[in-house]
């Protein structure tokens, strides 16, 4: 049974950094592609970042590019999202996502 578990949010300031984790299992972690998807209050879920599982190549939507990391540990089974340089608007709850499967989401509120 495959399960994604992201632990990592929290409240944080403007400019603030967190480091999002997501712990996999269920499935062999090194052959896959990992993506973090987000979803604002009122908004649909939006792709944030991915990593391939071959090279361990990265790519970023444009409005994290930047101030966002995504980074993978094949031997913990693990993706990460290093945030910096927070955003009120990057206020969402984050997602992992592995093609159709997806964690339970945790929630990151970038507040003064």
């Known amino acids: 049974q495959v399960r994604l578990v992201e632990s990592g949010g929290g409240l944080v300031q403007p400019g603030g950094s967190l480091r999002l984790s997501c712990a996999a299992s269920g499935f062999t972690f090194s052959n896959y592609v990992m993506r973090w998807y987000r979803q604002a209050p009122g908004k649909e879920r939006e792709w944030v970042a991915h990593?391939?599982?071959?090279?361990?190549?990265?790519n970023y939507a444009d409005s994290v590019k930047g101030r966002f990391t995504i980074s993978r540990d094949n031997a913990k089974n693990t993706v990460y999202l290093q945030m910096n340089s927070l955003k009120p608007e990057d206020t969402a709850v984050y997602y992992c996502?592995?093609?159709?499967?997806w964690g339970q989401g945790t929630q990151v509120t970038v507040s003064s």
């Open positions: 996502n592995r093609g159709p499967d």
């Open positions: 990593i391939t599982n071959t090279d361990g190549r990265t």
